[in-house]
């Protein structure tokens, strides 16, 4: 199969990238480098520098190459800066993919795998959060990926294509030592505790510590960037038997605390942590379920420890202190 992945030069999307063409994908990639870097893209899959807001373009890749599956992970994605500037994030990511949904469906290619966001549930009422969760998006950025789940309902009701959308939180860890996390600026809570680690940073702030958690600070659920990518193949392979949703979580959470010591324990680093207030709209706990595609993909993740993901990113943070400037 020739799988179309756009914002395979990111973080999540290169290691798409490189998992499928370990499965012998033929792989085309689209990103505009705005977030991504040109070295993770897997030397054997086809580069095109472009954005998605440029619907001559995208149409000319569709009709051009004979595609199998979409794979759709150019996404501005941060949640507090879609609280700042909402505009940005409603008009960029819906007409990105409206763009790209448009072509898909007049150029025949009838697969689209969306990389969503549990974000849709703002603040939910049961945790671990499943598929039945009521949808509330907690920010703009949600509300935009709100809008693409939607479009792609329609498309499917309408027998245009077949769909799966993956809701997860954080995405953590290294695919190797040369393809990890590298954004500027760094906003993840495990790149920025081991670049404490490095010496990069002083010191790391704790956003609060009287949450109603076992330690007071917040829990969040972490996923491996290739436990992730795994399951957007096994959603893609499935899709002949009709389209779905996933919810996607690691089945534990871990709290800001144990992340830091967890990192001392794999760094062997002293890291200096402070409490600092809270971030407004910051939930105690934030989990996600991952019941449905375990029982009717078999999916589960290889990296079901927090230390096996830590460790992964340290391997990659102590080759690349720089990222991807260095390669």
């Avoid at 990111?10 to 085309?28: C, D, K, R």
């Amino acid at each position: 199969m020739h799988a179309f992945v756009t914002g395979g030069a990111g973080y999540i999307g290169s290691a798409m990238v490189h998992t499928l063409v370990q499965h012998e994908y033929e792989v085309t990639v689209l990103d505009n480098l705005s977030q991504g870097h040109r070295a993770a893209v897997h030397p054997d899959a086809t580069f095109i520098e472009g954005d998605l807001r440029d619907r001559d373009l995208v149409d000319t890749v569709l009709r051009e190459r004979d595609l199998d599956a979409i794979m759709h992970f150019a996404s501005k994605s941060l949640v507090g800066e879609s609280m700042e500037d909402p505009m940005l994030y409603l008009d960029q990511n819906v007409r990105c993919g409206v763009n790209l949904m448009h072509s898909a469906v007049e150029h025949g290619v009838d697969r689209f795998i969306l990389s969503s966001t549990a974000n849709l549930f703002g603040t939910p009422e049961e945790i671990p959060i499943d598929e039945d969760e009521r949808v509330d998006p907690g920010s703009p950025y949600g509300e935009s990926k709100r809008i693409l789940e939607r479009m792609l309902h329609w498309l499917d009701e309408l027998d245009r294509l077949r769909f799966a959308t993956l809701r997860y939180f954080n995405a953590a860890g290294a695919v190797s030592p040369d393809l990890g996390e590298d954004h500027d600026p760094e906003t993840h809570l495990i790149p920025i505790v081991l670049e404490v680690a490095q010496g990069i940073r002083e010191k790391m702030e704790i956003y609060g510590n009287d949450y109603d958690t076992p330690d007071g600070t917040c829990v969040r659920d972490f996923v491996h960037v290739k436990d992730l990518a795994q399951a957007h193949i096994r959603a893609l392979e499935a899709l002949d038997n009709g389209s779905r949703v996933y919810n996607l979580g690691n089945g534990d959470g871990y709290s800001v605390r144990e992340v830091i010591d967890t990192a001392r324990d794999v760094t062997g680093c002293e890291i200096s942590a402070e409490v600092g207030p809270p971030r407004p709209g910051d939930p105690a706990t934030l989990v996600a379920s991952s019941a449905k595609i375990r029982e009717e993909l078999g999916w589960s993740p290889e990296y079901d420890t927090l230390e096996a993901i830590l460790s992964s990113a340290w391997a990659w943070h102590q080759k690349h202190p720089n990222g991807y400037d260095e390669v």
